[in-house]
């Protein structure tokens, strides 16, 4: 079975202190990995996908790369407003473009 | 990005009764839909694929009697909650297919009472 696992649930930082979330997954056969953020209320704001194992994408404080296994989000030296639920999703070959999300990294930025 | 619009953004039923949600490309047509559902903390569910012109894929659990899916055009897709119950309460998302990305809509609170 596909499965996507984030960690930590929740964490807390101080304005400027950078740290990464993590997306484990298992697939039959990985076709793209999706990042999102989603504002309380509001639905998902794309961020990235990624590919192939070794890919790296960038936008302002946030980078996402990825492995066989894992995909990291990469935050450095977050602001306040950067606080959000990450979402991270995974689509599959031959499972007609659908997203599999894992539960989501809820992230505070304290100023 | 590109833009995705729900209507309405939040309604409140009473039970038994039926809700539409629409959801609609603004700046690019897309062939495929998909309709997820999201409960209080918890992460996105998909509910249902939709493909322009043809009938509506549902996930295992999701009734398709209940959840009426009408892809009618190529920018508009349609939910329809028939006879909603309490427990149908939640927050209902729409996504669209562009290429390498899927852009999703605000979200449509439903509550019903």
């Known amino acids: 079975e596909d499965q996507v696992t984030q960690s930590p649930e929740a964490l807390r930082l101080q304005e400027g202190e950078s740290s990464s979330l993590n997306c484990s997954y298992t697939?039959?056969?990985?076709?793209?990995l999706f990042w999102y953020r989603q504002d309380p209320g509001k639905g998902p704001e794309f961020l990235f996908t990624?590919?192939?194992a070794g890919e790296e994408k960038e936008k302002e404080r946030l980078k996402a790369t990825l492995t066989k296994k894992e995909s990291f989000l990469h935050i450095t030296a977050p602001k306040p407003e950067d606080s959000a639920t990450y979402l991270c999703?995974?689509?599959?070959?031959?499972?007609?473009?659908?997203?599999?999300f894992g539960q989501g990294t809820e992230l505070s930025v304290k100023p | 990005g590109a833009v995705v619009s729900q209507h309405p953004s939040w309604v409140i039923c009473k039970s038994g009764t039926s809700v539409k949600i629409e959801c609609r490309s603004l700046?690019?047509?897309?062939?495929?839909m998909f309709w997820y559902r999201q409960f209080p903390k918890q992460s996105l569910m998909l509910m249902a694929t939709?493909?322009?012109?043809?009938?509506?894929?549902?996930e295992q659990g999701v009734e398709k009697d209940k959840f009426l899916i009408n892809h009618a055009s190529l920018t508009l897709s349609t939910l329809t909650v028939t006879s909603a119950h309490p427990e149908d309460s939640s927050f209902y998302i729409c996504?669209?297919?562009?290429?390498?990305?899927?852009?999703f809509g605000p979200g449509t609170r439903l509550t019903v009472t």
């Open positions: 999703a995974v689509q599959v070959y031959n499972q007609g473009g659908k997203l599999i």
């Open positions: 697939v039959s056969g990985l076709r793209g």
């Open positions: 990624l590919y192939s």
């Open positions: 700046d690019f047509q897309a062939t495929t």
């Open positions: 939709s493909n322009e012109g043809s009938k509506a894929t549902y």
């Open positions: 996504s669209m297919d562009r290429g390498d990305e899927q852009y």
